[in-house]
């Protein structure tokens, strides 16, 4: 069985200043990690994708995430927040190959403070 | 490519009426997924059609059901409203193979009231 745990429920960074949301994940096979991103009202957006390539994972808007085996873990970072960054991430793992059910950690509310 | 569609909305009921919500995938894509989500249990897996065919199930009482058609478009039904399932009830489509495992593109939900 897999499952994902998110260790921030709630992160405040400044404007301009480094982001990390952390993530550790458990699962019996071979994983596959995604991080998505939920803005206000909306639905939810893929940022990066994990399935066993390069561990060091570039998204769309800056965002990366590095995995480590040995860790179990797969955080999330950015160099600089921008106030667009403010929303709820969600770090999620995959079943084996081929498997739809994604399973999700309870998310991190990221506020950025100007 | 349009993206997952989700209709309606917004929707009210009340307890003990049944609800019909609708999906349209991304052209091309043959899987859907349907997940619950709420502020106590987070985002819930609650089942995927691949095919007009469930393939995968989550926990949730056999009031939630569903169904695929030919053209891959996907109905959830819930019958015997609760107030508890009250949520964000989100549809999400991938190419659905078993080759790989693909990234799902989630639709922007359905958000259901029961009062």
């Known amino acids: 069985a897999q499952s994902v745990t998110q260790l921030d429920s709630h992160v405040s960074v400044s404007e301009g200043t480094p982001v990390l949301l952390r993530c550790n994940y458990s699962?019996?096979?071979?994983?596959?990690l995604f991080w998505y991103v939920q803005h206000p009202n909306k639905g939810l957006q893929l940022l990066l994708k994990y399935t066993s390539a390069a561990t060091l994972v570039k998204g769309i808007n800056g965002f990366e995430a590095e995995f480590k085996k040995s860790e179990t873990s797969f955080h999330l970072t950015k160099p600089s927040a921008h106030m667009s960054d403010a929303a709820e991430y969600f770090c999620?793992?995959?079943?084996?190959?081929?498997?739809?059910?994604?399973?999700f950690g309870q998310g991190t509310r990221l506020t950025i403070n100007p | 490519k349009a993206g997952v569609t989700q209709t309606p909305r917004y929707l009210i009921k009340t307890r003990g009426q049944q609800v019909t919500l609708s999906c349209s995938p991304i052209s091309g894509h043959r899987s859907v997924s349907w997940y619950q989500q709420t502020p106590g249990q987070g985002l819930q897996f609650l089942f995927e059609?691949?095919?007009?065919?469930?393939?995968n199930k989550g926990n949730f009482p056999g009031r939630f059901s569903g169904r695929q058609f030919s053209n891959s478009r996907s109905e959830m039904n819930v019958s015997t409203l609760e107030l508890g399932d009250s949520a964000l009830y989100l549809c999400a489509s991938s190419p659905g193979l078993t080759t790989s495992s693909y990234e799902q593109y989630f639709g922007p939900g359905t958000r259901l009231t029961v009062t």
């Open positions: 699962s019996s096979y071979s994983p596959s």
């Open positions: 999620v793992v995959s079943g084996p190959r081929g498997a739809q059910k994604l399973v």
């Open positions: 059609y691949f095919s007009e065919t469930q393939r």
